[in-house]
């Protein structure tokens, strides 16, 4: 008998801005503006369909100086909480963080998954998410996280689906 796994959860990017200026030209006051943004979403458990998933990856990763780590999506290298394997058919949400505190010019991160790339200073973060069946990006492309001139600490976190047929 195998143990049965499900995977139910929600996201949400919450963005709070005030934009002030002290206005003394025209006269004595004060303008403000500024923005709330909210944006959320959930996963059921299943495979295929939208805003359905069935897999969870997350692990943080210690990348030495000038150093490279390469996530093959379907090559059986990724593994879950249970050490059990995961192989990515679609990825609906990743998101990287670089959770050095520094923003020393080394301590980045280059994240590059087929066409798209992108340099996560530290502190700094990259937020991907496509809730429909067909997900982001390609699996057949590896993702690679390549550190800067110093040695940075980055947590991965992928949902995704280890199957495209509909439920």
Known sequence: MSASKSLNGSFSYSSNYNYNREDNVISNETIKGGIDYL?????TNGIGADNKANL??????SIGIG??????????????????????ATVKSLILHNIE????????????????????????????TQTSA??????????????????TDIVVIMIGNDDVAST
Do not use: M, P, Q
């Not at 150093?67 to 990515?88: K, P």
């Open 67 to 88: 150093a490279t780590e390469t996530l093959d999506l379907n090559g059986n290298t990724l593994v879950d909480i249970w050490g059990e394997t995961l192989n990515f």
């Open 134 to 151: 067909s997900g982001i990006g390609s699996v057949l492309n590896d993702i690679t996280l390549t550190a800067g001139s110093e040695a």
């Open 56 to 61: 969870l990856f997350h692990k943080k990763y």
């Open 101 to 128: 505190l520094v923003s020393l010019t080394g301590r980045i991160i280059t994240f590059t998954w087929g066409g798209e790339s992108a340099i996560i200073a530290g502190g700094g973060h990259r937020v991907l």
């Open 39 to 43: 944006i959320t979403g959930a996963y």
